[in-house]
């Protein structure tokens, strides 16, 4: 397949996410242990970065870790986390250099005291740039996060500061932790699997979806442009109809 050139592209997706999976299968294809699949993992988190700067992409959400990955083997665990400090520590200067503004979405409470410090010092750096904008989430699930939005409106209702009747999809949008961000355009995910996983579950009510066999430590630019090519084919109704069916 012929991919159009930068100049003959239609606009960009907005914002693109992306569940990045098929790291653990990497490395066992190699006879590799899984930290080697995950670490390359991270090699390919700096191209999708680099690649959304050039492609102009204006969001870019990354699903690192979730709530549900608690469960794997302790050292796996401990793996991943050993490789989010190396991240945090090694990466985001560089990000901010770029002009990316970084945040993390999730279940902060389950991380470790210093992982969370590392968060906070890469959002309180990254906060005022304006280029693209990451966000990563980490020990995160959608159900949670809807339920939390359920939470906090309970909250105000019972606290006399809100009406039940005033509860609508905006009222949910507004306690969501995306609250800030506009909705995903597409969502990839990679490895073959066809299924979201319990991610950006309110969020992606009208995203188009990819599904691709690649595995994330072998995706880069060119992964990410056929997604783009196959996203303007695409016709987004939103709901509507528009012409016969």
Same mark, same amino acid.
Do not use: C
């Given at each position: ?8 592209m $239609? $606009? $960009? ?10 790291n653990?299968r990497?490395a066992?294809a ?15 988190v ?13 969001y ?8 549900? +990955? ?8 401990g ?7 190396h991240?945090?520590?090694? /990466? ?20 470790d005291?210093?992982?969370i ?5 890469? /959002?309180?750096?990254?906060?005022? =740039?304006?280029?693209? =904008? ?7 699930g959608?159900?949670?996060?809807i339920a939390?939005?359920?939470?906090k ?10 009406? $039940? ?5 905006d009222?949910?949008?507004? +306690? ?21 996983s ?7 009510? &009208?995203a188009?979806?990819?599904f691709?066999?690649?595995l994330w ?9 056929r997604?783009?090519?196959? &996203? ?6 939103y709901g ?6």
């Amino acid at each position: 397949m012929n991919i159009a050139s930068d100049d003959q592209m $239609p $606009p $960009p997706p907005r914002h693109v996410a992306i569940i990045m999976d098929g790291n653990g299968r990497w490395a066992k294809a190699r006879g590799l242990p899984r930290i080697m699949g995950h670490r390359q993992g991270a090699e390919a988190v700096r191209r999708a970065v680099i690649a959304s700067k050039e492609l102009g992409i204006d969001y870019l959400t990354l699903f690192g870790f979730s709530s549900e +990955n608690w469960k794997r083997p302790f050292q796996e665990v401990g793996d991943l986390m050993g490789l989010l400090r190396h991240y945090l520590r090694g /990466e985001v200067a560089e990000l901010h250099r770029k002009g990316v503004r970084m945040r993390i979405i999730g279940e902060r409470s389950r991380l470790d005291p210093d992982i969370i410090a590392l968060i906070e010092n890469a /959002e309180q750096l990254t906060a005022g =740039n304006d280029g693209l =904008n990451l966000t990563i989430a980490l020990s995160y699930g959608g159900r949670a996060e809807i339920a939390l939005a359920a939470r906090k409106l309970a909250e105000e209702v019972a606290a006399g500061r809100l009406s $039940p009747d005033e509860i609508d999809e905006d009222a949910v949008t507004g +306690n969501m932790m995306t609250h800030d961000l506009p909705d995903p355009d597409l969502v990839i995910r990679t490895s073959g699997e066809q299924r979201i996983s319990n991610f950006l579950l309110w969020q992606a009510a &009208y995203a188009e979806f990819l599904f691709t066999p690649t595995l994330w430590p072998d995706f880069g630019k060119a992964d990410l442009e056929r997604a783009l090519h196959d &996203y303007h084919r695409r016709e987004r109704r939103y709901g509507a109809s528009v012409g016969s069916r």
